[in-house]
């Protein structure tokens, strides 16, 4: 699979996840999650696709800044569905999440590559705090994801078991923390994104600075056509 068709899978898996989330109150609890379930593939392939821009983008800096307005465009569409407000600062986006990760595994490779192994920790353990502070999407665990993808690219066993170690303890922090059982099992379905991992060919696919564009309105778009399209349904 290229770089095009992995980030497909993702916005698609993605959209059925806030299928979900924006009409949840109309649909009967089983469509629920399995939309929900369906959803949790998008996060990984996201920190994965995050990951392999480091190895793959000319500019670094440029790469930080367009996530970094990629971020702060995304947070009014995404409080105004999720929270409820037109912008509040109780939960921030995932784009933000995304941000650190990839900021964390810049200083990490930049610090390995002066022999700095402890400050090269340091940065990561940073930013996954920072993911915390913040209350960004996924906090540390999204940081984890794009740390482990990056750290493990040539070893596929050590990627899918570093993975999944991730995936069940975000399943029982949720657990811990009240959150709904169902949804804490729909986690462990982010598992399965190291099949299309797999077969990520190292490849771009269909590439232009357009298509590149729309993978980045992508999040932003879909999330207000969501919220528009419930102030046209009754109260549930």
Partial sequence: MSSFALKMLAMFTMLVDHIGVAFGPHMRLSLYFLCRT??????????????????????????????????????????????????????????????LGFLGILLFDSFAAQGNKAAALAAILAVGLASVLIRSDYTAFGVYYI???????SNPRGRAAAL?????????????????????????AAVTAVIPIGLYSNERGRDSSAVRMAFYAFYPAHLLILYAATLLLPMP
């Fill in 38 to 99: 369906v959803g949790r593939l998008a996060m990984p392939l996201f920190c994965f696709m995050i990951a392999e821009g480091l190895f793959h983008t000319r500019n670094a800096k440029k790469y930080l800044l367009r996530l970094t307005l990629f971020a702060l465009v995304s947070e009014v569409p995404f409080d105004r569905l999720f929270m409820g407000e037109w912008l509040e600062y109780s939960f921030q986006n995932v784009g933000f999440t995304l941000l």
């Fill in 147 to 153: 740390f482990v993808f990056y750290y493990f690219r």
């Fill in 164 to 188: 999944a170690t991730g995936v069940l303890l975000c399943a029982v922090s949720l657990l811990t923390s009240g959150e709904d059982w169902r949804y804490a099992l729909a986690t462990l």
